[in-house]
C-alpha cells in the first residue's frame, strides 16, 4: 500500500493538497462504491419484506393448522328434563361430544405366537412389511440375531411400523403396530426361512403364527339421537377410618397387608411405628391407596382411601401385631382369632372392652345357664345386651369358632375394636369402620341398565362421554339430544375465510404500487410489489381454494357454501347460504374442508380437502427449501458479495488516496522550489549593475 511522505498542507506549496486529493476520491466513490451501497439498500429492504411475508404466512399457517377436522364436523349435546312436579333435579350430568376413544382412529395391531427365550433367528433371512397401499419394505437381518435383534431392524426399517415385545406364560411375542391409522392402513408381512413365523395375510386362508390383536379402525363421530337417561347411584371410591389414637401413640413389630381390588397384595412394614409412620408407609407403597391422618380434637383418626373408585376396588387390609387395628374386611365385620369349640371363660378371670368409634363400653358378661362358666355364646349374648351399636355372632371355619362383630345403626361406619385380659385375652380383635363404601355407577340410557366403576361413563353411546354428578329421581325424564352443531361450522367458516383475508391484506401492503399524482414524478411501489415469488404463492394459494373436492354428496367447493372472491382478492362469506347447506347436507361440508385421502401420499389428490390440502402447501412454501427461504438465501448470498466488492472497492479508494496524496505532496514540494528559486534568479538580476548607454 502507498503510503504518505508528506503533511498535506497548503502552506507545503502552492497546491492544496487535502481538498485535491478529497475531490478525486468522491469522484471516484461516487461511480464504484454508491452503486455497490445502493444495491445493498435494496437488497436488505428486499429481505426485510421477505421476513414480513414469512411472518404472515406463518400467521396464516397456524390459523389453518387450528381449524382441525373436529372444527368443520362438530356436534353438540343438549340436555333436558320434561318430567314434572317441584323436586326436579337440576344438572345431574353433562355430556361431552366425541372425546371418547371410540370414535378415535385405531391403528392395526398384529402380534406373533410365543417365542421361546433365546430363539436365534439367522442372518441374511429376510421379512418384508407392507402396510396400506404403500410399496413394501423389505429388512434382511445382517447377522443372527435373538427376537429383540429382529425388533430393532424392524425399527430401524422405517417401514410404517412399529415393533415391540411383549411377555407372558407363554414366550416373548413379536408386536407390530402400523404407524398410520384406519382401515386403509392394514399390515400384510411376508417372510422366509427363521422369519417365516412373523409372516400375515388376512387374505390368505393358510394358518399364520401372528395374530390380529387391535382391529384398524377410522375416525368417526358420536351418533346422532336423542337418548333418555336416568342416574340411580353415583360410583364411589371407598373409604375406611381407624379407631382413634391417642396422640403421639406408638404400635408394637408387626405388618400390614393390602389388597385392592384384583391388585396383588402389597406388604407394608412401616419403619416408624407411629401413626405418621404409617401413613408415610402406605403412601411410598403402590397399594392403591391413599393415607390421611385426621383429627377429632381429641384423637387421631387413620384414614384410607382407595385410588380408584368402583365395586371391583374394595380394599382389605390385614394387620399383624401392633398394626392389627388398622384390619379391613370387605364385609364391614371385625372377626376374632382362632377359639376352640367349647371354649369356656372364668367369670372373673379378666373381662372385655368394646369400643366403637370413639364410644367405650364395657362389657357385662352374664352366665346365663349358672354353669360357673362363660362360653362364647354367652360372650355373643353380652355384648349383645350392651347396646352398643354391635351385633356379635359366631362363625365357624370348619375347625375353630370366630366371633364376630358387625356396626350397626348409627355406627355402622365406625371402627370397632375389643380388647380383652385374663382370660379373654384371645378375643382382643380391632378393625377399620367403613366411611364410605366401593359402588358403581348404576344409569339407564333408553331403558337398558348401565354400570360404570366411574362417574365417567365412556363407550356406552358411540362418541359421548357422560359425566354423572347427581343421583335422579322418579319424577325426572330427563333426555340426552345429540345433533350436529350448525354454529361450530358457521364460527370454523368465518375463522378461515378471517384467516385469509388477513394474509391477503398483508400481501397487499408489501406489493402494493401507488401512481404519482404529479407529472414527471415516478410511481412509489412497495418492497415487493414486482416480485414474481410473491405472486406465485399468492396464485397457489388461490388455485387451492377454487379446487373442487370429490365426495361431498353435492358440495364440491366453496362456492357452494357461500365463499365466495371479492374484486379486491379477499373472500366473503354469504351466512344464510352456509346456513342452509350445514342443515342439507352437514357432513359435505366436513369433507369439503377436512376430507383426507386414504393414500396419505397422495398429497394433490382431489377427495384431500381445502384446509387438508393448505396444510401441505403451507408446510411446502414455509419450508426450509420453500419458495421464501430460498429467495431469501439468495438474496443473503448477493448482499454478501456486494459486501465484500464494496470492502474491495473501500480497499482500492484507500490506497488511491496515498496515492494521490504522495503525488500532489511531491508536485508541491517542486513547486515550492521552482518558487523560491524564481525569486532567488528575479533577486539576482535585480542586484546586477546596470549598463549605461
Known sequence: MATST??????????????????????????????????????????????????????????????????????????????????????????????????????????????????????????????????????????????????????????????????????????????????????????????????????????????????????????????????????????????????????????????????????????????????????????????????????????????????????????????SAFTFDPSGTVTSPNVATNQTYGPANGGLTLKVGDTTSTITLNDGNNDGSISLSEVMASINAAGANVTASISNDGTYDHLVLTPTGSAATSAVSLTGTGDYTGLTMSGMGQLLKAQDAKLSIDGVSVTSASNTVENVISGVTLNLAKVTTASDNFTLNISNDTSGISSAANTFVSAYNTLVKAVSSLTKQTPSTTLGEADTSSPLASESSVQTIMSQLRSTLFASVDGGNGISSLSDIGISFQKDGTLALDAAKLSTAATNNFAGIANLFSGTDPDTTNTTSSKNGIVTKLTTLMKSILSDDGIIATKTNGLQASLKINQDRQTAVQTRLTNMKDAYTNQFNQLNVTLASMQATQSYLTQQLANLPKVSS
Open 6 to 323: 508528506g503533511t498535506i498542507s497548503t502552506s507545503a506549496g502552492p497546491l492544496d493538497v487535502s481538498t485535491l486529493v478529497s475531490q478525486l476520491i468522491s469522484a471516484e466513490s461516487q461511480s464504484q462504491l454508491t452503486p455497490l451501497t445502493t444495491q445493498a439498500s435494496s437488497y436488505n429492504t428486499l429481505i426485510s419484506a421477505y421476513g414480513n411475508l414469512k411472518g404472515a404466512m406463518s400467521t396464516y399457517q397456524s390459523a389453518i393448522a387450528a381449524l382441525t377436522a373436529a372444527s368443520f364436523s362438530s356436534q353438540k349435546s343438549t340436555v333436558s328434563n320434561s318430567g314434572t312436579g317441584t323436586t326436579l333435579t337440576t344438572d345431574p350430568f353433562t355430556a361431552d361430544v366425541n372425546s371418547d376413544n371410540s370414535t378415535k382412529v385405531l391403528a392395526q395391531k398384529i402380534q406373533s405366537d410365543g417365542v421361546s427365550s433365546g430363539t436365534i433367528f439367522n442372518g441374511g433371512d429376510s421379512i418384508a412389511i407392507k402396510v396400506g397401499t404403500n410399496s413394501p419394505t423389505f429388512i434382511t437381518l445382517k447377522a443372527n440375531a435373538t427376537l429383540a435383534g429382529v425388533r430393532d431392524a424392524i425399527n430401524a426399517g422405517n417401514a410404517g411400523v412399529t415393533a415391540s415385545i411383549v411377555t407372558d406364560g407363554t414366550g416373548d411375542h413379536l408386536v407390530l403396530e402400523s404407524n398410520t391409522g384406519g382401515t386403509a392402513n392394514t399390515i400384510k408381512v411376508t417372510a422366509n426361512n427363521s422369519l417365516s413365523r412373523f409372516a400375515y395375510d388376512p387374505s390368505s386362508s393358510s394358518s399364520s403364527q401372528m395374530s390380529q390383536t387391535q382391529a384398524p379402525r377410522d375416525a368417526s363421530k358420536a351418533a346422532s339421537g336423542t337418548y333418555t337417561v336416568a342416574v340411580s347411584q353415583l360410583a364411589q371410591t371407598q373409604k375406611l377410618s381407624s379407631i382413634g389414637f391417642t396422640p403421639g401413640q406408638t404400635f408394637g413389630s408387626g405388618v400390614l397387608a393390602i389388597k385392592t381390588g384384583t391388585g396383588s397384595t402389597t406388604l407394608i412394614n412401616p419403619t416408624t411405628n407411629t401413626l405418621q409412620g404409617v401413613r408415610d408407609a402406605i403412601n411410598s407403597s403402590d397399594a392403591g391407596v391413599n393415607a390421611t391422618i385426621v383429627s377429632d380434637g381429641t384423637n387421631d383418626h387413620l384414614v384410607i382411601t382407595a385410588k380408584d373408585s368402583g365395586a371391583a376396588n374394595t380394599v382389605k387390609i390385614t394387620g399383624t401385631g401392633g398394626y
